[in-house]
């Protein structure tokens, strides 16, 4: 039936048979990551790592040798998924702790944690995301994707920061998305009180996640800590389960869509390529280079939100 569906449009919408095919070429050619670094001794934090994406990524990392540390909200998803990857990649290094983005309470107690018990950080993936919640507001009263994909990955960073920068070389990914083209940073309206659209929230929840880490590239450089922003492409996973439209377009097209275990490359690649330093504070997609916004490339908006966002989690604005 779903294939029938898509041989009925692409049969008779010509915009529709030029439009798939383009995006077909494109998906087809999607990057994958070539490097065999091996990380024996070194400590990764992946945040949502029990599925999608992130758990794909941290298979592969676990499968390098790393210590992984599952950074999940729902412990007992994780633990499932650390056993599986244990499983099948004999790495016994896999290790799940608890990590409730939306709540800055839970986001320090994972930070005192893990500096209590780890001596280095080499690689940290900000991973987990929503989109498309209804309004929805987080523990600290941020709008729900402002909240997680952003201030919640902004304070945790800023909460290894020292850790990271004392085992350098050392590497922080920030998962964003195409998505961010239509992302806007509405100082006047970043918790949605005054207007409120679903798929924009997560637009600019993406574009913040670019201008965080361009910021944090300028704020690093010298220090031996990178850091790069993802478009994983679109990925199978469970990112459209607040969307009955979007979970029926990724059914009706899922053979062009990525696997998660494709999903994970372009993380992969910022994180373990060698040489990539030069790049720090880039933007990635199919493990290259990819092109940015106007508003996303906005050294002034980067700044105010940096200082916004230091100032909404209480942090000290430097
Ligand atoms: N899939 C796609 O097509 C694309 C994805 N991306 C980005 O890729 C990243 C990974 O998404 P993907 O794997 O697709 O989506 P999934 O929904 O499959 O995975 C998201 C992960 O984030 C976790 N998460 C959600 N909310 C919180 C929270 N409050 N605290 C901690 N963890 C949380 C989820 O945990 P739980 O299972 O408990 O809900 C889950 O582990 C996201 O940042 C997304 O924006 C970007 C472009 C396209
Ligand atoms: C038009 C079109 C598609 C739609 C793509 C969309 C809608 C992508 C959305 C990506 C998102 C939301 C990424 C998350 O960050 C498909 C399914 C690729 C198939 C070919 C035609």
Redesign the pocket.
């Known amino acids: 039936m779903r294939v029938g569906v898509f041989f009925f449009l692409v049969y008779f919408v010509p915009e529709?048979d030029e439009?798939?095919f383009s995006?077909?070429r494109k998906?087809l050619s999607s990057g994958v990551c070539t490097s065999t670094v091996q990380l024996p001794g070194k400590v990764v934090v992946v945040t949502g790592a029990n599925t999608g994406i992130g758990k794909e990524t941290a298979k592969d990392l676990a499968q390098r040798g790393a210590r992984v540390y599952l950074a999940c909200r729902d412990v007992e998803k994780g633990e499932l998924v650390a056993k599986e990857i244990q499983t099948t990649t004999g790495n016994q290094q896999v290790l799940v702790r608890k990590l409730d983005l939306s709540d800055t309470k839970s986001i320090r107690a994972f930070a005192k944690g893990f500096l209590a018990e780890e001596n280095h950080l080499h690689v940290l993936i900000n991973n987990a995301?929503v989109?498309m919640c209804p309004y929805s507001k987080t523990a600290d009263g941020f709008e729900m994707h402002m909240g997680v994909n952003h201030l919640g990955h902004f304070l945790l960073t800023h909460l290894l920061l020292e850790k990271l920068k004392e085992s350098a070389p050392s590497r922080i990914v920030n998962v964003?998305?195409?998505?961010h083209h239509l992302g806007r940073i509405h100082f006047h309206n970043l918790q949605g009180e005054k207007f409120y659209n679903a798929?924009l929230a997560?637009c600019h929840s993406?574009l913040a996640n670019i201008l965080f880490t361009q910021e944090l590239a300028r704020r690093l450089k010298g220090s031996g800590v990178t850091t790069y922003s993802v478009?994983?492409g679109?990925?199978q996973s469970e990112?459209?389960r607040h969307s009955s439209f979007?979970r029926w377009?990724?059914w009706?097209?899922s053979f062009?869509?990525k696997t998660p275990q494709q999903g994970a490359q372009t993380s992969l690649h910022c994180a373990l390529t060698e040489g990539l330093e030069i790049l720090s504070g880039n933007h990635f997609s199919d493990c290259h280079v990819a092109w940015v916004s106007a508003q996303a490339r906005n050294e002034t908006i980067a700044r105010r939100l940096w200082d916004v966002s230091c100032d909404l989690l209480g942090l000290p604005i430097d």
């Open positions: 529709i439009l798939s995006v077909c998906m995301g989109m964003s998305s195409l998505a798929a997560y993406k478009h994983p679109t990925v990112l459209v979007m377009m990724w009706l097209f062009f869509i």
